[in-house]
């Protein structure tokens, strides 16, 4: 299994990006998989989840602004996050068992 995140990038606090995360090796709708993100100085923490059956869990801090779901079609794993705030600025990997995929960059300005 293969993990390519995508979609980072800078962008003002208010704002908006989605990451994306393209599986190859499996078909996604099978597994589970989570989003975390490392910010320097602190340490990786789970942002959203998903499970096989589609169950969803966030970090508190995130619930009601950031959506993980799963596109069959392009067999990825989806981060929508919206009303991005400076806090959220980390380095955002994706996650399938014991498989990492490169981070992506997500850079809010205040």
């Known amino acids: 299994v293969q993990l390519q995140a995508s979609g980072g990038g800078l962008v003002q606090a208010g704002g908006s990006l989605r990451l994306a995360c393209v599986v190859s090796g499996i078909t996604v709708s099978r597994g589970a998989y989570a989003w975390y993100r490392q910010a320097p100085g602190r340490q990786r923490e789970l942002v959203a989840g998903i499970t096989h059956g589609g169950i969803t869990n966030y970090l508190d801090s995130v619930k009601g602004r950031f959506t993980i779901s799963k596109d069959n079609a392009q067999n990825s794993v989806l981060l929508q996050m919206n009303n991005l705030k400076p806090e959220d600025t980390a380095l955002y990997f994706c996650?399938?068992?014991?498989?990492w995929g490169r981070g992506t960059q997500v850079t809010v300005s205040s």
């Open positions: 996650q399938y068992k014991t498989t």
